[in-house]
């Protein structure tokens, strides 16, 4: 199977986000980089295919500026086979992004395409989508598990409740909410290896895709106003306290 | 405005969500709300080819969905068919001159975005974004037949967790109650099970206890998981790590139990218990029911 994963490098989740001086892009000065968390999910999903298969090949893409390549290398220390860098300095609309990844897909022919289901920045979850769409294949989002079966996957997607089952025939996309082990950390003969692979860089202008495209206009980024203040119980015997909080829910914050 | 809401139903019911859309889209102007019909499953193909088939003949102005897993798959890829804006997630939408003005959260939760997009354009809308007025009436809805003759998937089955049953879903819920590892294990889940079954809440935990196995993973709320906006948020027993918060910091009421008085729960809680959970949940249960029966 041969599985290619579109990624977003974004600042890490424990970064603390705050608004740049401009009032409407994020202060990017001492920010830690990671690959977001659902193209993580999205990566061991693949690469625990190859664990059980290696003639299983792993390749990473990303759109994104000259940065975005410590994302990929990261994606092969941890195991992946190879990346490649769309390089694209300023920001494009999900659309946009999709045709560029289109025209790599459509070059590179894999069986199937796995993307996280949203990136940790913007949390659009509109690219994959897109990308399917652009491609003109059938697409299946929330997923935690792959299977392969015979002549294509079969594609497992959270639902409340559960998980519906769906088989797919080669090509399909995906797109991950979660692996069944959490990500793996990069090895340190991994790390030794990634350092020394070549990652082609493609300028997202030569692609020949129209970047043109409607998306939302960001006016102003705000941080929410902070919450706090709040009563704290811990007086008396656990009974009375029960007894004022559930009055003060139904005869303060009326939510009983 | 001309807005076409795709609707959402579970079981005979339509979701909260989509009655929270049809009462905004009467607001920005000419409204009609339609169901895509015939899929057992969703499925984005078959769904997003209706639907697009539909906008051609009515060439609404916006559309929304609900920012549900299935409201977000259909939106994303039928604004990539129709060529259309997208904004996901959405949590104020106002007609702007011939524009929208909208605002969405960005950086799970960290940030607030204010956005104009230009219409055409689809929107998906946060789940309990809208208030719903009382005694709104349910709007008529259109069936629109899924298009299946564009499906390239086959369905094999619905495979169910073991645990989920007939509470409400963890997205829509007016009131959630969440366990975390301060439970100190599955066995004392019923614990938080007995307070949501008082407050008729559904049930969520931290990421902790679903990657412990102690419960699954539909049910964990925070940043890898389901992000919640309701009434009241009641959190046991988690001590309130940033990729949890970002889950549920826009919940409007926000109680916390822990045993710890430093946790990082309390500095958004608007009712902090310092206690043992295993001392005041059953106390608190009982004392639900007898408030909620004297009001």
Known sequence: MKILIPLKQVPDSTVRVKVAPDGKTIAVEGITWSISPYDEYAIEMALERKDA???????????????????LRQALAMGCDDATLVLAEQPLPGLAIARALAKVVQDAKPDLVLCGKQASDDDQGSVGP??????GWPHVSMLTKLVPADGGVELWREVEGGHDVWQATFPVLGTT????????????PGIMK??????????????????????????????????????????????????????????????? | MKVLVVAERKGKDLRRVTLELAAKANELGDASVVEVSGLEHHSALPAVSALAARVKADTPDLILTGATPNGRDVGARLAARLGWAYAADCTAVAADGGALSVERPMYAGKIRARLRVATPAVLSIRPGAFTLPANAPPPPVASLPADSASEKLTFLKHEPTASSGKRVSLAEARVVVSGGRGLKGPENWHLVEELADALGAAVGASRAVTDAGWRPNEEQVGQTGKTVTPDLYVALGISGAIQHLAGMTSSKVIVAVNKDPDADIFKIADYGVVGDVFEFVPAFTEAVKKAKASS
């Open chain 1, 53 to 71: 298969d290696p003639s299983t090949s792993v390749s990473v893409v990303t759109v994104g500026p000259a940065r975005a390549r410590d994302a």
């Open chain 1, 130 to 135: 897109a990308l399917a769409e652009v491609l």
């Open chain 1, 177 to 188: 909410h979660k692996s069944e082990k959490e990500p793996r950390y990069p090895s340190l």
């Open chain 1, 194 to 256: 990634a350092k020394k692979k070549e990652i082609p860089e493609r300028a997202v202008a030569s692609l020949g895709v129209d970047l043109d495209a409607p998306a939302p206009e960001i006016l102003a980024l705000e941080t929410p106003p902070a919450r706090g203040g709040g009563k704290v119980l811990k007086d008396g015997d656990m009974k009375a306290v029960a007894t004022q909080l559930a009055t003060l829910l139904r005869d303060e914050a009326k939510v009983l």
